[in-house]
């Protein structure tokens, strides 16, 4: 049995994450109101975030735990691996990373069980 490498883990789940992101978008467009594009744009994070680190294993870089694109970013420039200038427009997909997405959800429990009564 031959055991997949790590950026080819990191590639086939990034495409996934992709393929989410195009089904929900589709039925935020079609109205589904139990979506929102916060959950659209976490897919898009997380497939940009993948394939960043699936160029890094694929250069036999080793990277840090972070879901920070311009961290890997920066990484990826350190150790002049070539990418498209228009990469950098990754980077505002950061906010919908993990942490991100745990704080919109603490926040809005802050909103909904600490009103002022």
Same mark, same amino acid.
């Given at each position: +049995? ?14 996934? #994450? !992709? ?5 929900? &978008? ?10 929102? &594009? @916060?959950?659209? +744009? ?14 890094? *294993? ?5 990277? *840090? ?6 961290? !890997? ?8 691996? @070539?990418? &498209?200038?228009?990469?950098?427009? !990754?980077?505002?997909? *950061?906010?919908?990373?993990? @942490? ?6 603490? #926040?809005?429990? &802050? ?7």
């Amino acid at each position: +049995m031959e055991f997949l490498k790590q950026y080819e883990v990191l590639f086939k789940k990034a495409k996934t #994450d !992709l393929k989410a992101a195009k089904i929900l &978008l589709k039925s935020f467009e079609d109205g589904d109101e139990e979506l929102d &594009l @916060e959950t659209v +744009m976490f897919h898009l994070q997380q497939c940009a975030e993948k394939l960043l680190k699936a160029l890094l *294993s694929y250069n036999g870089v080793h990277f *840090s735990k972070t879901h920070d694109i311009e961290k !890997l970013l920066n990484e990826i420039r350190k150790n002049k691996i @070539e990418i &498209l200038n228009e990469i950098e427009e !990754l980077i505002d997909l *950061s906010e919908y990373s993990v @942490e991100g997405r745990y704080a919109v959800i603490y #926040d809005d429990l &802050l909103v909904e069980f600490v009103k002022p009564r």
